[in-house]
Each structure stands twice: as C-alpha cells, then as structure tokens.
C-alpha cells in the first residue's frame, strides 16, 4: 500500500471530539522519544506532518491524521514522561485510556519501542494492559539503524522471552528505521491487510 496523501484533522484532549466517521483508526504510542514522529512522518513520506522534538513530552494531545481520505494515523502522547507534573500525567492517562478503551474506529495500536534498549517494564507494563483490555497492537522496534545486528537480535530475542511469560504467542513485529525507511513497506502493507478484511 502506498500513502499518497496525508492531511492533519485535529487535535484534542477529548475523546467525545474524535472523528466518528466510521472510518479506521491506528494509533501510534510509545515512551517519550522512542522517535514516534519520526515513524509517523517516515510512513507518510511528510517530514513535516508529525512534530518531532528533541525535547521528550512534545506530543500532549491526540493528533488525527486522514489518509489518502479512507483512514487515520493518530498519534497519541507518549507515556512515561518523567518531568511532566502529576497533574498533566493524570489528564494525558485519562484520555489515552478512554481513547484506547472507547474508540470503535481502533483497529490496532502500534506501540514503538527502542530496539537499543533491553525490555523497559513500563512498555511491558503497557502491552500486558493492552491485552488484558483486548486492544489488538503490534510491537514496532524503532531506531535498528543505531546499534548492530547482533545486538538488535538480543535485544528482540530478550523482548520475545519476556512477553512469553504472559502471553502464548507474540502479536505482530515490526523493526524500523525512520533515517532508512527500513520497516515502512510492511507496516503499510499489514495496515492495508486489515482494512480489506473490515
């Protein structure tokens, strides 16, 4: 499948204000700078449709992007943001759980984590409530292009062995380089699977 154009809808802190056009919906969410703007722009091929920063927290509202007029990138705020205060991590929680719990049009979350980096419990923390809602995702290993090949595959392999103790099989892999574009043919291709099953 291929992207032809993307356009910004809207950005907000409610759920009540998504899109309800009945059109599909797959959300984007990791720890602060896993590089989910740089993925999403990567998907796009639009540099400049996602705000990427090198400042972590930067995205704090849930961001609707149409796709070639048929479906959505949202992009959700990153969870785990250490210097955001209490009272904004409770509100960006508030609305990412009622997004993800109450949206019909969710058809898969990508949750991005950072290929460098062994299992963090607050990304397995995450998965683990996923499944316990029901909420199909995907893990999508971000950065690939940073470390070796060697190491990536202990690291992914570290990953599968630490999900195993909760869950009878993996859900769906993805690993990805926002700087090569390494990833962006099958992500596009299982987004365009699921949308012909609908």
């Not at 590089?35 to 639009?46: E, F, Q, V």
Request: net charge positive; with cysteine; glycine share 6%.
């Amino acid at each position: 499948m291929k992207i032809k154009e993307a356009v910004f809808v809207i950005s907000n802190s409610e759920f009540s204000k998504c899109p309800k056009d009945g059109k599909a919906e797959y959300a984007f969410i990791g720890r602060s700078n896993v590089g989910k703007s740089s993925l999403i722009n990567m998907l796009t091929d639009n540099k400049k449709l996602a705000k990427t920063s090198g400042r972590p927290g930067k995205t704090q509202l849930i961001n609707h992007f149409l796709i070639n007029d048929d479906w959505y990138i949202v992009d959700l705020p990153g969870y785990g943001y250490a210097k955001a205060s209490k009272t904004s991590r409770r509100e960006w929680e508030k609305f990412i759980v009622d997004y993800l719990t109450k949206s019909e049009q969710l058809l898969n979350v990508f949750v991005l984590l950072d290929s460098r980096l062994e299992p963090q419990k607050i990304d397995i923390e995450f998965m683990n409530w996923c499944g316990e809602k029901e909420i199909p995702f995907s893990m999508v290993f971000t950065k690939i292009d940073k470390l070796s090949s060697s190491v990536l595959q202990k690291n992914l392999a570290k990953y599968k062995k630490e999900m195993l103790k909760s869950w009878d099989a993996l859900p769906p892999v993805f690993t990805t380089s926002s700087s090569s574009a390494f990833g962006k043919e099958r992500i596009l291709n299982y987004i365009g699977e699921i949308n012909l099953t609908r």
